[in-house]
């Protein structure tokens, strides 16, 4: 089987709760959503970059691991575009996995559910225009959660802010997933603010307030794209 892989990469995990981890990324090429703030718009496109086996890329994997190598993150574009050839690849080669997903495909998700270790499930708001339906984008994205939850997955929710992003929507988004996902224990929502930092300027507080909103729900962090910072890929 192939698929059409942009960039198999080794850096230092940037996002989420397993920042800092040493991670080869695997970033597969189309998307079937079109956030505004897209930092790998490029990726949107379908035949982006080039079309690799499933024998390719572990080839490819093999040729960067360090001996701080942590897991593979699956990315994109989006990768559940792809479960069909991730399930190959994870059946034939054993590595820990975290799957970085828009959460807009919970069928393919369930595809693959029982191979990956970690997953980021990315809740995306009206202000992104990443879909022309908000309401059936966020039931899928509660859904792939609950998926996620079910098999036990280490799971965090993300969302990307925007100094114009209100505290209130936040709060709401927050509320729903504490609602309807039956264990949010530890199901940590990690708010990060849209990159490039520079837009924070003079905002500050408003993290906070997002935070503290969110934060009467669920568990939070509020961590920025720390990659950006480090001037790593
Ligand atoms: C490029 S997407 C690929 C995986 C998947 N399609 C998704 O949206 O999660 C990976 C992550 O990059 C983050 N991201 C992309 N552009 C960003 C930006 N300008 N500022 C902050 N985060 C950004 C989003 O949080 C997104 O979850
Ligand atoms: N270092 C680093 N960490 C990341 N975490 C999520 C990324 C992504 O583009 O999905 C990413 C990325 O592109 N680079
Ligand atoms: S879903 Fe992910 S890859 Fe697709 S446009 Fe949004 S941020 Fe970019
Ligand atoms: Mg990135």
Same mark, same amino acid.
């Given at each position: 089987?192939?698929?059409?892989?942009?960039?198999?990469?080794?850096s230092i995990q940037g996002e989420g709760t397993l920042i800092g981890r040493r991670q080869?990324f695997?970033?597969?090429?189309?998307?079937?959503?079109?956030?505004?703030?897209?930092?790998?718009?490029?990726?949107?496109?379908?035949?982006?970059?080039?079309?690799?086996?499933?024998?390719?890329?572990?080839?490819?994997?093999?040729?960067?691991?360090?001996?701080d190598?942590h897991s593979?993150s699956?990315t994109?574009?989006?990768?559940?575009?792809?479960?069909?050839?991730?399930?190959?690849?994870?059946? %034939?080669?054993?590595?820990?996995?975290l !799957?970085e @997903?828009?959460?807009?495909?919970?069928?393919?998700?369930?595809?693959? #559910? *029982? &191979?990956?270790?970690y997953?980021s499930?990315?809740?995306?708001?009206?202000?992104?225009?990443?879909?022309?339906?908000?309401?059936?984008?966020?039931?899928?994205?509660?859904?792939?959660? %609950?998926?996620?939850?079910?098999?036990? !997955?280490n @799971?965090y929710?993300k969302?990307?802010?925007?100094?114009?992003?209100? #505290? *209130? &929507?936040?709060?709401?988004?927050?509320?729903?997933?504490?609602?309807?996902?039956?264990?949010?224990?530890?199901?940590s929502m990690v708010i990060q603010p849209?990159s490039?930092?520079?837009?924070?300027?003079?905002?500050?507080?408003?993290?906070?307030?997002?935070?503290?909103?969110?934060?009467?729900?669920?568990?939070?962090l509020v961590i920025p794209q720390v990659h950006k910072l480090l001037?790593v890929?």
């Amino acid at each position: 089987m192939k698929a059409h892989i942009s960039e198999v990469f080794s850096s230092i995990q940037g996002e989420g709760t397993l920042i800092g981890r040493r991670q080869i990324f695997v970033r597969f090429s189309g998307c079937n959503l079109k956030c505004n703030y897209c930092d790998t718009s490029k990726n949107q496109d379908p035949l982006y970059g080039e079309e690799i086996s499933v024998d390719e890329l572990f080839e490819r994997v093999n040729e960067i691991i360090t001996p701080d190598f942590h897991s593979i993150s699956f990315t994109g574009g989006e990768p559940l575009l792809h479960a069909d050839f991730i399930r190959e690849f994870l059946e %034939k080669h054993n590595f820990k996995a975290l !799957i970085e @997903t828009n959460g807009s495909l919970p069928k393919e998700l369930a595809k693959i #559910v *029982d &191979l990956i270790d970690y997953a980021s499930v990315d809740i995306k708001l009206p202000e992104h225009e990443a879909s022309s339906n908000w309401d059936d984008l966020f039931g899928c994205e509660l859904e792939s959660i %609950k998926i996620l939850r079910d098999e036990g !997955i280490n @799971t965090y929710s993300k969302v990307v802010v925007m100094p114009s992003t209100k #505290v *209130d &929507l936040v709060g709401y988004i927050a509320s729903r997933i504490a609602r309807e996902v039956p264990d949010t224990s530890n199901l940590s929502m990690v708010i990060q603010p849209v990159s490039p930092l520079g837009l924070w300027a003079d905002e500050e507080r408003k993290l906070f307030r997002i935070s503290e909103k969110a934060g009467e729900y669920l568990d939070v962090l509020v961590i920025p794209q720390v990659h950006k910072l480090l001037k790593v890929r």
